[in-house]
Nanobody
């Protein structure tokens, strides 16, 4: 059974940092790229970043480039999202998702097959 569990969200002031974790359970973690998405109230879910199964390839939304860093520890079956210089507009529920097998993935939601339950990130001004 595949599960993804996010953690690390919380309340932070603008300019602060948070690190989100996405713990994966299931087989063959390295076969799958993983992505982070976020959804603010009243808005559509939007792509934040993704990382290949090996960790060698990463992609970012323009809105987070230079501030967020995605990484993974395949020995721990975990993907991280380091978020620095946070802004109020980063406030959202953040989700991680497993990409389709043996391919790098990006912003298209239909490239992902399993999703976590989300973790709330709130940035105060």
């Amino acid at each position: 059974q595949v599960q993804l569990v996010e953690s690390g969200g919380g309340l932070v002031q603008a300019g602060g940092s948070l690190r989100l974790s996405c713990a994966y359970s299931g087989r063959a973690f390295t076969w799958y790229a993983v992505g982070w998405f976020r959804q603010a109230p009243g808005r559509e879910r939007e792509f934040v970043a993704s990382i290949s199964g090996s960790g060698h390839d990463t992609r970012y939304a323009d809105s987070v480039k230079g501030r967020f860093t995605i990484s993974r520890d395949n020995a721990k079956d975990t993907v991280y999202l380091q978020m620095n210089t946070l802004k109020p507009e980063d406030t959202a529920v953040y989700y991680c998702a497993r990409g389709l097998q043996f391919r790098m993935v990006g912003p298209a939601v239909n490239e992902y097959d399993y999703w976590g339950q989300g973790t709330q990130v709130t940035v105060s001004s």
